[in-house]
């Protein structure tokens, strides 16, 4: 299992032998996942099984005890501090609560990577946030509300809109429709599939949410076991044997969309 | 993959024709600058073909400078086209379409009418404060008789390890503080008074000064800042995160629970520190006095007494309480005032040190007044 296949040209996110731990604990070991260009890749796994913590590995966030991160192509341990910048430059984040700056309005949070790397005038930094605004489906005087004034669901778009302030490639996403009520889900799944295919971006989504799995994502990966248990199509995951995969999409909740068994 | 945004401009007459190429991207520096010298050229023209074949790369930013210039022309009553657009191109170009978008300008007011406002603002919210205050204050004594009326509902764990928290961890820096304070008045009154040759009454001064008014104003201003801050930081984080709402649906009043430990726990911290701190201060001027005047200790210790009655170490001790309860009020107060931001929390964290400080000032010097009226 050890031997690592090369990271090949159309690959956003290569991930190889990754390990992270804190203190005694082991929480991913020797982890390879590969995230295509312009795919849309969801990630399943069991509460605490670390999938937020690979996804703060490959931003930097988390120190990882061996293994190498590259992101289109490029090692991020080989990078100067001014490369990464750059690459920072070449995603955006949603965090799962929005991880929106509280002392700022809407427009402000994202206006401020554009302040932070751009040169552009005040004039476009406002039609750009406006745009971005209306692009995640926020109504205009959503723009001047600090995030306490917001409801759960308009801090997810804000916090959208403010991860797309710099036309990113890459997006992560965790867990973006937690917390959203179905229909304002199966929007903000739409959004991202508009986003993906407009904007050209790579998502990579933690989710827990079925309905996202099947109508956005490319390609599924599951976490069990501190490593990728199994990684590929829908179809593929529904027909894997994995104890774990076939409870969460076998199980009460998956059935419905198990074509074996009726109404999906 | 830094290839300019650029443009090539063909005129046949009235009508233009513009071939885009490039990466038009925003993390190009030159997009906006590029943007503005297309709407330059065509700006006369009255119809215009925008090829857009040989563009590289497009993100939202280059397609709503690309579509701001076509909507000039047609606002000023041209006709613009696009021509050769890729797919994904196209479809960005609908998505990220010129639109005006109203932006509310900040409206200025004059100065002199801001200050004004600003003036009547902060009068209004004292006013208020000090309303609040005392309704806040009449719910906890109304809590403290339903606690005496039902005991078995008062937190006496919560009691204890408050007093911990506010007095026994308190300790050392209290002592610290009243200690060297009641060094340096030893030493100035040293000084000073040697110049009268009455070295000697330096003790008196120690002695009076410490006991009626340094070590309680000492203590309770440390105690405000030390304790005050983090009540209000600890409740306040407790109301941010809805958990004082938890509390009232599950019956539970929140004064009960938080405000009255809290409030007793200082009621019985802040008078035994205040008397811990009469005692370092006065261990302070002693040590002193020895070092720079060579006033024995048994010297200092008779002319102490001699110098201070019950009375001077009681006018210390009963403001002590006082000034626990309207920082314990105060303190909770502005943490129940906290709303859902982190920047509120640091506001009212600040504003409850603030106020916690100058009201002990304030009933100190109230206290002095009252004092010097009965001639205590």
Redesign the interface.
């Known amino acids: 299992m050890n031997q690592t296949a090369p990271i090949k040209q159309d690959i956003a996110i290569g991930v190889r032998g990754l390990v992270v731990g804190f203190g005694e604990k082991i929480i991913l070991q020797n982890l390879d996942l590969d995230v295509r260009r312009g795919e849309v890749l969801g990630f399943v796994g069991g509460s605490g099984t670390g999938k937020s913590v690979l996804t703060r590995a490959v931003l930097g966030l988390v120190p990882k005890r061996a293994g190498a991160i590259e992101v289109f192509g490029r090692d991020l341990d080989a990078l100067r501090p001014q490369e990464h910048r750059a690459l920072e430059?070449r995603w955006g984040v949603l965090f799962q609560h929005g991880a929106l700056f509280?002392?700022l309005t809407v427009r402000q949070n994202i206006q401020v990577p554009m302040r932070e790397y751009?040169?552009?005038?005040p004039r476009?930094m406002?039609?750009?946030a406006?745009?971005?605004i209306e692009?995640v489906g926020l109504k205009?005087d959503a723009?001047?509300k600090?995030?306490?004034?917001l409801s759960g669901g308009m801090i997810k778009r804000a916090a959208l809109a403010r991860a797309?302030a710099?036309?990113p490639d890459i997006v992560f996403l965790d867990e973006p429709t937690s917390g959203l009520d179905p229909i304002g889900a199966a929007e903000f799944d739409e959004l991202i599939a508009?986003l993906q295919?407009?904007?050209?971006l790579t998502v990579f989504m933690v989710t827990h949410d079925l309905d996202s799995l099947y109508s956005i994502c490319d390609r599924i990966a599951a976490l069990a076991d501190r490593k990728v248990a199994a990684i590929g199509t829908i179809e593929e995951m529904l027909a894997c044997e994995h104890p774990w995969l076939r409870a969460y999409f076998h199980g009460k909740r998956g059935r419905q969309f198990d074509p074996a068994r009726g109404r999906g | 993959m830094s290839a300019e945004p650029t443009f090539a401009v063909a005129a046949a007459g009235l009508s233009m024709s513009v071939a885009l190429g490039g990466r038009w991207t925003i993390a190009q520096a030159g997009v906006e600058r590029s943007a503005r010298a297309l709407a330059k050229q065509v700006a006369g023209s009255s119809s215009v073909a925008i090829d857009l074949g040989g563009i590289d790369a497009i993100d939202t930013a280059g397609a709503w400078l690309i579509d701001r210039c076509r909507a000039d022309i047609v606002k000023r009553g041209g006709a613009a086209s696009y021509s050769n657009a890729r797919p994904e191109h196209a479809i960005l170009l609908e998505e990220a379409h010129w639109r005006e978008f109203a932006i509310p300008k900040h409206a200025f007011g004059s100065v002199l009418v801001n200050l004004l406002a600003d003036v009547g603002r902060t009068l209004t919210f004292a006013f208020r404060d000090v309303a609040a205050g005392v309704a806040f204050l009449g719910e906890v004594v109304a809590a403290v008789f339903r606690l005496i009326l039902h005991p078995r509902r008062f937190r006496f764990t919560s009691f204890v390890y408050h007093v911990e928290n506010f007095g026994f961890r308190s300790l050392p820096i209290i002592a610290l503080i009243n200690f060297l304070v009641g060094c340096i008045v030893a030493q100035q009154g040293l000084f000073q008074l040697k110049r009268f040759g009455a070295s000697t009454f330096a003790v008196d001064l120690i002695g009076i000064l410490v006991l009626r008014e340094l070590a309680v104003l000492l203590t309770s201003i440390m105690i405000a800042g030390r304790s005050g801050s983090a009540i209000t930081a600890e409740i306040g984080s407790m109301k941010m995160r809805e958990e004082i709402d938890a509390l009232r649906v599950m019956g539970l009043d929140p004064i009960e629970v938080l405000v009255v430990p809290r409030l007793l726990a200082l009621l019985i911290a802040l008078p035994l520190l205040t008397f811990l701190g009469d005692m370092a201060a006065i261990f302070g001027g002693l040590v002193t006095t020895w070092y720079y005047g060579g006033i024995g200790p048994e010297i200092f210790m008779g002319r102490l007494r001699d110098a201070i009655a019950l009375n001077t170490f009681l006018v210390g001790m009963i403001k002590a309480p006082f000034m626990a309860l309207v920082i314990a009020l105060i303190s909770t107060l502005e943490g129940m005032a906290v709303e859902g931001s982190a920047e509120s929390l640091g506001r009212q964290v600040t504003a409850s040190v603030v106020k916690s400080i100058f009201m002990v000032i304030v009933i100190d010097g109230l206290f002095a007044m009252f004092f010097a009226a009965i001639d205590y």
Not at chain 1, 118 to 121: A, M, N, P, Q, T
Not at chain 1, 146 to 149: A, Q, R, V
Not at chain 1, 197 to 200: A, I, Q, V
């Open positions: 430059q509280s002392g751009l040169d552009i005038s476009l406002d039609e750009l406006s745009l971005k692009m205009p723009a001047d600090f995030p306490s004034e797309l710099l036309d508009t295919k407009t904007l050209g």
